[in-house]
């Protein structure tokens, strides 16, 4: 990344520096190579790059994590609800198909497997906590490209003042530099590549920052629809009394039957 933004940069700079007109300073001046671009641009190239590299290898290892077969493959659901057989009743085959699935979304099922006997108030919550901690993950490394695309500039600027400090201090304690303005504007004009490193590197850096978190909002929207499928076919799912032969039934046959029974009573009285 530091590469390909140097390249262009220098590539820019060194088409301004070259004027047949600006003499010997010019030509000292002019960036030949990505080296001389890093090296015109004194110590504050070195944070800069730096960060580009940390910029760089944060983006390439999101973009590989945050890769839907990664957060919510399309086949779970459908596989889940095989692994949960006819009537949902095999909880550890589903408990299992899901400890074998690193996905997030298989961590948030796995949860709602586990406490599907608990009132649905309490599971809700229960969901809710596991799917904050799978968007914390999913959210991770995102506050360093925020940084980097705040800070380079700053480095860049910082880099620039140091720059201008030197130049001028050059100028001021050079009796030759009198009445020679261009020795003045070859060390500005040396100054101001750490400002243009800085937002090379903080331009790209601020995109893939948005854009990351777009596709992360993207992926919880996608979680939360296949966390609703299933939750709304298999929440309400009750332990039976032993001796039963269905492990599992829904709740509202439960209370149906439970609402029937007083009516029978009632009518046999």
């Given at each position: ?11 820019i ?5 070259q ?8 030509s ?12 015109k ?28 077969k ?7 659901l ?7 057989g ?8 589903a408990?299992?198909y899901?400890?074998d ?20 108030e309490?599971l809700?919550k229960?969901?809710?906590?596991a ?27 910082l880099?620039t ?11 001021a ?14 060390g500005?004009y040396e100054a ?13 850096t ?16 996608e979680m ?15 332990i039976?009394?032993?001796g039963?032969?269905?492990?599992l039934r ?11 029974e ?8």
């Amino acid at each position: 990344m530091i590469e390909m933004l140097t390249a262009w940069g220098a590539t820019i700079l060194g088409q301004a520096a070259q004027n047949p007109d600006t003499g010997a300073a010019a030509s000292s001046a002019q960036i030949q190579s990505v080296w001389d671009f890093v090296v015109k641009g004194g110590p504050m190239m070195i944070p800069i790059g730096i960060c580009s590299l940390v910029a760089l290898t944060v983006l390439i290892e999101r973009l590989f994590t945050l890769r839907r077969k990664n957060v919510a493959p399309a086949e779970f659901l459908p596989n889940l609800r095989n692994a949960m057989g006819e009537g949902g009743g095999d909880r550890n085959e589903a408990m299992d198909y899901c400890r074998d699935n690193p996905s997030p979304i298989a961590a948030i099922c796995a949860t709602a497997i586990k406490r599907q006997h608990e009132p649905i108030e309490l599971l809700e919550k229960h969901i809710q906590e596991a799917g904050e901690r799978e968007v914390t993950k999913l959210r991770r490394f995102l506050r360093p490209l925020s940084v980097i695309a705040a800070i380079t500039p700053l480095m860049g600027l910082l880099g620039t003042i140091f720059g201008m400090i030197k130049a001028f201090q050059t100028v001021a304690t050079s009796g030759e530099a009198l009445g020679k303005a261009e020795l003045l504007a070859t060390g500005i004009y040396e100054a101001m590549i750490t400002t243009a490193a800085g937002l090379l590197v903080a331009i790209p850096t601020l995109i893939a920052y948005h854009w990351i978190s777009a596709k992360i909002e993207a992926l919880v929207i996608e979680m939360d629809r296949v966390t609703c499928e299933f939750v709304e076919a298999y929440a309400g799912l009750a332990i039976d009394p032993p001796g039963e032969k269905s492990a599992l039934r829904p709740v509202k046959d439960r209370d149906q039957n439970e609402t029937d029974e007083p009516q029978t009573a009632m009518a046999s009285a």
